[in-house]
């Protein structure tokens, strides 16, 4: 069990986690401290709330000094753990930890961790879904919704405690350790956070760090990066999932079914009930499936949550309708990885929206794609000369100012019959808030346009 009472501890960030842990700190009796290079009046009104409760704040810069002179450094996921003061307060032996390693020391549930470079999301979400539908009680947490240091400060036990964990996350653990741990993919993303393309992995791995014997791991065995992984877990028991081959003792696809061979008995799972849609959520759900299937959950409820679930706003989300065009909000999509999967995902030609703030992971995985399935490219954001680059010769393509000019241009472009997608490939902050905004704002216009389409195709009624 860490210690953390009358020790001066250096919270590095005040999103929500950071503003979370804080508070928590604060309760456990620890001198807290918490800094943000954003200035006093950008931090949230949550973030400025820590004041009365006595924790001193400094805004506007991390001065290196606080650093050295604390005991404990946490990390919120949003800052680097390579910015310099972090640097040296290593060098001077000073423990810095992840949100997630801070949480964990004070789990006592057994915990279900979902990481991966797409799906996490989805796969987190619906697990806790299968396992409620199973009456159990269970805390869904992590990188999506409430941060898992929120757990704690319930101080209420469930079955289960299922968290998505990013790799910004897992470079903070240390003794973190998950009962099951879930790896869906690993496609290049954040290079513009991670050093490497393989310092990005070496993260993603950590997620098996300190499992041992009675430990669970669930890993894609259609991605060759997981296998080599897979090959250096030795004392965990590892279930494989894969949509391309049987699989002895695990789980896979075969025709409109999911079967899963996990325990004595083979059971199935039709697809065909299922309303979310996508090649890439038929591993997401072969993943949970197997998570369900460990912890012992029935599988007429493990079929019926699965059945009823219908998926993540902004993550291939059907929007509207016009004039027998189907518009598609998939902002979550922020890397080339996430794209190539939700193009995939439909035989009809596509109209592609895509662009944003550019990641460092280039777009040439997506030419095979781009080129069979895109009718038309509509590009905006920072990164949209980089993506002209590298897919704009191999289909028509266009360039727009704002997300609005790039719905309307769709719209004008359309026929019947045709998909338009917005799935960026990019993260989204150069031109809003986060891929919720973005997808909020697609959706938004797309309602907009609907309306429009409407007037019109009244008057030309009325006219005729």
């Known amino acids: 069990m860490l210690t953390i009472k009358d020790k001066k501890v250096l919270i590095v960030g005040l999103g929500k986690?950071?503003?979370?842990?804080?508070?928590?700190?604060?309760?456990?009796?620890?001198?807290?401290?918490?800094?943000?290079?954003?200035?006093?009046?950008?931090l949230t009104e949550e973030a400025k709330g820590l004041k009365p409760l006595g924790i001193h704040i400094e805004a506007g810069r991390h001065r290196v000094e606080t650093f050295l002179g604390s005991d404990l450094i946490v990390m919120s996921p949003g800052v680097s753990m390579n910015i310099q003061p972090v640097k040296l307060a290593r060098e001077k032996?000073?423990?810095?930890?992840?949100?997630?390693?801070?949480?964990?020391?004070?789990?006592?549930?057994?915990?279900?961790?979902?990481?991966?470079?797409?799906?996490k999301t989805t796969t987190t979400s619906l697990i806790g879904e299968i396992l409620r539908k199973s009456q159990r009680e269970v805390f869904v947490g992590g990188n999506i919704g409430n941060p898992l240091i929120e757990y704690i400060s319930l101080k209420k036990e469930t079955d289960y405690v299922v968290a998505e964990i990013s790799s910004f996350q897992l470079e903070g653990t240390v003794n973190f350790k998950p009962n099951i741990a879930v790896l869906l993919n690993i496609s290049p993303d954040h290079l513009d956070r991670h050093s490497s393309y393989q310092d990005y992995i070496k993260a993603k791995e950590r997620i098996?760090?300190?499992?041992?014997?009675?430990?669970?791991?669930?890993?894609?065995?259609?991605?060759?990066?997981i296998l080599k992984i897979a090959d250096s877990l030795k004392d965990v028991r590892k279930i494989y999932f894969s949509k391309k081959e049987r699989i002895d003792k695990g789980i896979y696809l075969e025709g409109d079914s999911i079967v899963s061979e996990i325990h004595s008995q083979k059971c199935f799972f039709s697809t065909e009930a299922f309303k979310i849609k996508g090649v890439h959520n038929i591993e997401n759900i072969m993943a949970a499936i197997a998570a369900a299937q460990i912890c012992k959950c029935n599988n007429e409820q493990i079929k019926d949550a699965i059945d009823n679930f219908t998926g993540l706003e902004h993550r291939m989300e059907f929007v509207q309708e016009i004039s027998r065009v189907h518009y598609y909000n998939d902002s979550k999509a922020t890397n080339a990885g996430a794209v190539e999967k939700s193009l995939m995902s439909f035989d009809q030609p596509i109209i592609l929206i895509a662009g944003g703030k550019d990641k460092g992971t280039g777009y040439d995985t997506l030419r095979g794609l781009v080129k069979e399935k895109v009718k038309r490219l509509i590009l905006i954001g920072e990164a949209k000369e980089i993506i002209f680059k590298d897919l704009g010769s191999l289909t028509q393509t266009l360039k727009a100012d704002t997300l609005q000019e790039a719905v309307e241009l769709a719209w004008l472009d359309s026929s019947p019959g045709d998909i338009v997608l917005l799935s960026p490939a990019c993260s989204s902050f150069d031109m809003f808030r986060d891929y919720e905004e973005r997808g909020k704002v697609f959706k938004a216009t797309v309602t907009e346009l609907r309306l429009k389409a409407d007037k019109i195709r009244k008057e030309v009624n009325e006219a005729t």
């Open 208 to 225: 098996f760090l300190n499992q041992n014997k009675g430990d669970v791991a669930i890993l894609n065995a259609d991605d060759p990066l």
């Open 17 to 42: 986690s950071g503003t979370a842990c804080a508070r928590f700190l604060k309760e456990g009796g620890a001198v807290v401290t918490a800094t943000d290079c954003k200035s006093i009046d950008d």
């Open 93 to 119: 032996g000073i423990k810095v930890l992840s949100e997630i390693e801070l949480a964990y020391n004070f789990i006592k549930a057994p915990i279900i961790a979902i990481t991966g470079t797409n799906g």
